[in-house]
C-alpha cells in the first residue's frame, strides 16, 4: 500500500508540477497582456481627451497640414501649450509602449502612435517648437522624436546646447 502511494506521489509530482508551472506562466502572460492593453486604452484615451482640446481651439486650425499664418502672440502662446501637451503625451506612450522588440500587438499598437507623431512632426510650427518642447524630455525619447521630425520635414531638430550636453 505504501509503495502505491509513494508510486501515485511520484505521478503527481512528475506531471502535476510541470503542468502547474505552465499554467502560472501562461495566467502571468495573460496578466501582462491584459496590463498592457489597459495601459493602451488609457494612453488611446489620453489622445482622444488631447483631441478634444484642438477642438476646443479651431482658431488655431490644428487639424490642417499647414501653420496658421501669422499667429497673435495669444495664439502662438495656446499653441506653444497645447503642443507642450501633446510631446508630454507622446513622451508617456514611448515609455510606455515602445521597445527596441516588439511582437505583433506591441508592434501594431506602437504604429498607431508612431503615425500621430509623424503627422504632427509634418506641421512646420511643431516642427520648429520642438527644440523648446524637448527640453526635458527623456533623452532616448528626444532622439526619437528627432529622428521621426527629420524624416517627416527632412530637416533635423536642433536641441538646445544645454539639452545635448545635459544627457550625455
Partial sequence: MREAWELASFVVTALGLPFAIA???????????????????????????????????????????????NPTPEQHERMLVIFDMLVSLFERAYLVAYKPRMDDTQRRRWNSWDDYMREWCRREDFHNALPLMLRGEDPEFQQYLCRVAQEERGTPVQLFESERTSHA
Avoid: C, I, M
Avoid at 498592457?36 to 490642417?64: C, I, M, W
Fill in 23 to 69: 499554467f502560472f506562466a501562461w495566467e502571468q502572460r495573460k496578466e501582462r497582456d491584459n496590463e498592457e492593453e489597459a495601459g493602451y486604452q488609457l494612453l488611446s484615451d489620453a489622445y482622444n481627451d488631447f483631441l478634444k482640446v484642438v477642438l476646443a481651439h479651431p482658431d488655431l486650425q490644428l487639424r490642417t497640414s499647414t501653420a496658421l499664418p
